[in-house]
T-cell receptor
Framework: DQQVKQNSPSLSVQEGRISILNCDYT??????FLWYKKYPAEGPTFLIS?????DKNEDGRFTVFLNKSAKHLSLHIVPSQPGDSAVYFC???????????FGTGTSLTVIP | DSGVTQTPKHLITATGQRVTLRCSPR?????VYWYQQSLDQGLQFLIQ???????AKGNILERFSAQQFPDLHSELNLSSLELGDSALYFC?????????????FGPGTRLTVL
């Protein structure tokens, strides 16, 4: 049972434009959400996170939005750069557990 | 470089065999996590160890087992291998357990079962 879903396997965006990656979850107990970025032949690396007490967290070009009522989060990258081309995973957990639940990933291609 | 090392990088074996994957966490990290990523699947959490003790268990098959040694490195043992066990296996480490501990991932071990 996939508790965290990324329904878009891939996304292509022009350099300089906004990239929006989406993630949906089913478990209302999740209280912490993360985005990881993965390049080929490397492990995922942490990008940005958000606690369920917030609805937005910003770090440079990256902003994560959380809509708890819709059980939806999104990652905005502005402006997109070719180096952002990677697979992006969203993940979620609840504080009483140590288990992270990952989505299936979205492959982002930023076209120069 | 995350500081987490995994060996081997690639492993090719036959059905029915047994393999051991090894992970060395970042210096100072006490928690080790194992994940499996099959084709078109997200990372599936298998198991977590904290300072030598099992802390959390996910969707780990009975044919799989893991342990964390006193020097904090961890091994994931996969036995009676099946074709469906072919996947990328990632190890991650973090400083503690619980709370909002960031996990640092190794480069993974690609297992191919023929």
């Amino acid at each position: 049972d996939q508790q965290v879903k990324q329904n878009s396997p891939s996304l292509s965006v022009q350099e300089g434009r906004i990239s929006i990656l989406n993630c949906d979850y089913t478990n209302s107990m999740f209280d912490y959400f993360l985005w990881y970025k993965k390049y080929p032949a490397e492990g995922p690396t942490f990008l940005i996170s958000i606690s369920s007490i917030k609805d937005k967290n910003e770090d440079g070009r990256f902003t994560v939005f959380l809509n708890k009522s819709a059980k939806h989060l999104s990652l905005h990258i502005v402006p997109s750069q070719p180096g952002d081309s990677a697979v992006y995973f969203c993940a979620a957990r609840w504080d009483t557990g140590n288990q992270f639940y990952f989505g299936t990933g979205t492959s982002l291609t930023v076209i120069p | 470089d995350s500081g987490v090392t995994q060996t081997p990088k690639h492993l090719i074996t036959a059905t029915g065999q047994r393999v051991t994957l090894r992970c060395s966490p970042r210096s100072g990290d006490l928690s080790v996590y194992w994940y499996q990523q099959s084709l078109d699947q997200g990372l599936q959490f298998l198991i977590q160890y904290y300072n030598g003790e099992e802390r959390a268990k996910g969707n780990i098959l009975e044919r799989f087992s893991a342990q964390q040694f006193p020097d904090l490195h961890s091994e994931l043992n996969l036995s009676s291998l099946e074709l469906g066990d072919s996947a990328l296996y990632f190890c991650a480490s973090s400083t503690g357990t619980g709370g909002f501990n960031e996990q640092f991932f190794g480069p993974g071990t690609r297992l191919t079962v023929l």
